[in-house]
């Protein structure tokens, strides 16, 4: 019988997993608090910790005071405040470059930009383990598109040499959210250089971006590359800064064109002014001698993990080159994956359960996400449990 009831359930028993909600109780940077239980929390995009420093709740409240709590429209109508202009400032400025676009989130900022960057004569060529929002954006965008792996970079060379009437956008992370840093990137900034007028180099750094390089401008920086050769430089707001949103800086032409032109920018109402002023308060502890403390701190605990996890013969991925708060613990099968990951939970211990179709078939993995709040105890506390029963 067709019925709207039939169709939910036949589509909910398909689902490949079902994903735990635990609704926290309230913040702490280390624990996910639960009614009932305290977790050590290594799931967190809060890379610095700085969810819960007065100094933004401070903003928050004020910029509430001043705005409201609501920011009453879309930027071209009544949402667009003195806080929003700031940020946009600082970010551009920040970061060294002409104009900065905000958007609600970096998920609705990627969903939303392709389709005003593509027409019959562009390709999009994109990391194959890219994030879903570009692969929602794009397929929204009805993009001609094609996804390459590293191996394959020479390839997407060639295309774009044989088509020299095309343009092309070469889209790829800083970090990717599921197997940490990118390794090709200065292959990428090759290309560009290569092909200035005919290549618009895109990265997300929604990872990297606040949390690592010297000055936090994210994995290029990390990588000791320069993220102003990038045409399109994209982040969030709601991981290293504790914030909410997403932005896109680059030259003022593109800026200008992007903001009349993005869909989600006339038809979204604007995140509230108190978020950017909260914004506004992260990006100047990040710019301050306090972030460059943090990410040291972070910098100090990646290391750490990943020399204890070693030396507990725990097969990470990509361990050399991998240097970014995401590190993975690559494991054989699922029945692996659960027992560790039950094994952890037993003893209040939280990561991250990975699996198809969130990454390739027989790739399951442990997604460890590190902050610059977690302890070195912590971290020995999250190796050792572990190591009890990852080598049997
Ligand atoms: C590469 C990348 N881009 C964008 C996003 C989405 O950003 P937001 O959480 O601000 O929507 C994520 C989230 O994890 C991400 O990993």
Known sequence: MFSWDN??????????????????????????????????????????????????????????????????????????????????????????????????????LNVSLFSALVNSNTHIWFAKNSHASHIDGILLAKAKFTTFTPEQISLVVRAIETDPIKLHIILCEGSFSMDGSCNYLAQLLEIKQKFPQQVLLIIDDAHGVGALGQSGYGTLEQQGLDHRQVDLYIGTLGKSLASHGGFVVGNAALIHYLRHSVRSQIFSTMLPPAQAAVSNAALAIIQSGEGIQLRDKLAQNIATFKQLALTSGINIYQAEENISAIQLVMLNDLSQLNLLHQHLLDRQILVGKIAYPTVAKNTPRLRISLTSAHTYDDITKLVATLAEKYHR
């Open 7 to 108: 169709f939910i359930q036949e589509q909910t028993q398909q689902l490949p997993n079902l994903r735990i909600w635990r609704a926290k109780t309230r913040h702490d940077p280390r624990y996910l608090q639960l009614a009932e239980q305290n977790l050590l929390n290594f799931v967190s995009n809060d890379y610095l910790g700085l969810n819960g420093d007065p100094r933004l709740i401070k903003a928050l409240q004020d910029g509430a005071t001043r705005y409201g709590s609501g920011s009453t429209g879309a930027p071209s109508m009544s949402g667009y405040s003195q806080e929003h202009a700031k940020l946009s400032l600082n970010l551009a400025a920040w970061l060294g470059f002409e104009d900065c676009l905000l958007f609600n989130s970096g998920y609705q």
